[in-house]
């Protein structure tokens, strides 16, 4: 098993994504995971739906939750952003989790490489090559400002 998917099956948490098994083919092996109704955010935000500003703060709040606890466990998420914030309604509104650990560090990890992957959402320091936890943060900051614009738009 790779070591993405250990540390994936190592957070345990309602607003991150669940491994509920792994699948091997003939064609290579798929992971299988949670199914969550509502899309990424970035459908939502591109869709003609609106989220009302408390929704907006709500799924923030879900995605914070979420880093708090892979944090904690010593991951580092490295790629915050609309695409990687999957949601799900249910009847008290929408529900948030962060997906795509695939550039994942552990907090033991040096970080030496530059991921341009979504340089919108990097903070400033991730560009000379350092990641520290807080650079999660900037990342949740832009996704704030942009679902927060959004909602006082609609």
């Known amino acids: ?40 955010l ?13 929704q907006s703060l709500k799924i923030i709040a879900d995605v914070l939750s979420g880093l708090e606890h892979a944090h ?3 991951i580092r998420h490295c790629d915050i952003k609309p695409e990687n914030i999957l949601l799900h309604q ?15 560090r ?11 992957r979504a340089p919108a959402y990097m903070a400033p320091e991730q560009f000379y090559g350092h990641f520290l936890p807080t650079s999660n943060l900037y990342a949740v900051g832009v996704v704030l400002y942009l679902t927060g614009r959004q909602a006082t738009h609609n």
């Open 106 to 116: 552990l907090s033991q990890e040096k970080y030496t490489e530059i991921n341009l």
């Open 72 to 74: 904690n466990s010593g």
């Open 42 to 54: 970035r459908h939502f935000m591109q869709s003609n739906s609106s989220l009302s500003l408390l």
């Open 90 to 104: 249910n009847e008290t509104g929408w529900m948030a989790c962060l997906a795509d650990f695939g550039i994942t």
């Open 1 to 40: 098993m790779s070591s993405r998917i250990k540390i994936l099956a190592r957070l345990q948490h309602p607003n991150i994504i669940s491994r509920q098994g792994i699948e091997h083919t003939e064609k290579g092996r798929y992971l299988v995971l949670d199914y969550w109704n509502g899309g990424n």
